[in-house]
């Protein structure tokens, strides 16, 4: 008896460790132009995650959504917007019909994504996570309406739950977008900063770099899958100011560009591979 015991809190520890392993990154999505996207491409970057809704009675925070990216959105925060008809059904329109409102009306220059379901049974595998202590470790935290918000860590962890009634700015959320990084996931390094500018030359990505020591940098490609499609290991120093990766061999499309350097840093950016 007490063999078979044991044997079913061990299951049940493995059990319980595998359902909190998952993290927001794990998940894909597709934005509201059609582009499927590992969501993985924001490690390194805290996100505000909100159902939202063109006829609900909280549109108007899209104001506010907007003025937060305006202030903060960049290297370090990004919002990501999930169009919803489930709660009273406020977002009938199509994907085109979304993106014209949100962009006529609002002016919304953060990343909205094609419209999904959340309740059952048809929910988002990334809302399952969302709204589930079970797979998400942390809270329950079933979506009752329009404008809900999560927040998700650098390191692509849950942390916080808000209901529609919470605005955007509130100080709680502000105050947390500001709050130090403490997942050891960087996305950007003070003492490093690099940026990939237009291709100069076809079939090649420039990389621009402004630094003040000399450190080894990997540099991994990957497709909007997580697949590596390039790798490339070289010592940067302060007089090394560009570097030329060849991209003839990958396909064209979105993806993402990681750099890691031997101090633990870990950079990422989006760019579109364009043959």
Known sequence: ???????????FAINIQAQTTETFHDFNAVTIRGDSI??????????????TASYCGFTPQYADLEALYLQYGGPNFEILGFPCNDFGGQEPGSNGSIDSFC?????????MMSRISITA????EVYKWLQNASRNGVADAPVAWNFNKFLIDEAGNWVAYYPSSVNPLDTAIVNWILSPNTTGIKNQDAQ??????GNPVKDVMRL????SRRMNCTFDIFDIHGRQLLMNTLSIGPDMKELDLPVHSLPDGLCLVRMLDSEGGMHMQKVIIQN
Do not use: C, E, H, R
């Open 1 to 11: 008896m007490k063999k078979t015991l044991l044997f079913v809190l061990i299951l």
């Open 38 to 51: 590992s969501l993985s491409i924001y490690a390194g970057k805290k996100i505000l995650v909100v159902n």
């Open 103 to 111: 962009t006529g009306t609002y002016n919304i220059s953060f990343q």
């Open 208 to 211: 621009q770099f402004s630094n």
């Open 121 to 124: 049974p048809d929910t988002a």
């Open 192 to 197: 490093f900063v690099w940026t990939i500018a």
